[in-house]
């Protein structure tokens, strides 16, 4: 049962454009949502995250967009840079499960020049 | 100075052998976890543990067993090691119910030949 899905599991773009990333969820009991970038043959780093009571959060080049009512949120990256060729995994937690977080499939962001 | 170090970072191993990967933090977390990333690429909770106290055990055979000494340190041990084993494992820590402080390791690629 994948709660949290990733249905693109590769995403090519040219440097300086915008880079979308989606993530849909079944579970309406989160109430977290976060975005994690992998490198190869790194761990996954923490991106941005967003609570459930907000519907944006923006950090520099990266927003998060969050649409309780259709339970998809999505990453936008803008402008797009090279470093940012990655696996982006989207992951959710819900109140009260001691910090479990549950996490997609990842999407491969390939940043071209 | 790394934050969550995993080793060995690559483990090849005979099925049936015993097996085990350490993890140590340094960053005073109070929680840490053991994920696994299959060949579909999904990384799904195993285990985790707050002040040495098992929290999260997810549906996972019963040769695995994690290994608490101390805070600071969550080890794997896998009994009689099977060919499915074959995954790419991150131990990650945080401080508890803190969804930013989630810190992985950078994995340790088992194969079980």
């Known amino acids: 049962d994948q709660q949290v899905k990733q249905n693109s599991p590769s995403l090519s773009v040219q440097e300086g454009r915008i880079s979308i990333l989606n993530c849909d969820y079944t579970?309406?009991?989160?109430?977290?949502f976060l975005w994690y970038k992998k490198y190869p043959a790194e761990g996954p780093t923490f991106l941005i995250s967003i609570s459930s009571i907000k519907d944006k959060n923006e950090d520099g080049r990266f927003t998060v967009f969050l649409n309780k009512s259709a339970k998809h949120l999505s990453l936008h990256i803008v402008p797009s840079q090279p470093g940012d060729s990655a696996v982006y995994f989207c992951a959710a937690s819900k109140a009260g499960t001691a910090s479990k977080l549950t996490f997609g499939t990842g999407t491969r962001l390939q940043v071209t020049l | 100075d790394t934050a969550v170090s995993q080793t060995p970072k690559y483990l090849v191993t005979q099925m049936g052998n015993d097996k085990s990967i350490k993890c140590e933090q340094n960053?005073?977390?109070?929680?840490m976890y053991w994920y696994k990333q299959d060949s579909k690429k999904f990384l799904k909770i195993m285990f985790s543990y707050n002040n040495k106290e098992l929290i999260i055990n997810e549906t996972v055979p019963n040769r695995f067993s994690p290994k608490s000494p101390d805070k600071a340190h969550l080890n794997l041990h896998i009994n009689s090691l099977e060919l499915g084993d074959s995954a790419v494992y991150f131990c990650?820590?945080?401080?508890?119910?803190?969804?930013?402080?989630?810190?992985f390791g950078s994995g340790t690629r088992l194969t079980v030949v």
């Open positions: 990650a820590s945080s401080q508890w119910n803190d969804n930013y402080g989630y810190t």
């Open positions: 960053l005073g977390h109070d929680t």
């Open positions: 579970n309406s009991m989160f109430d977290y």
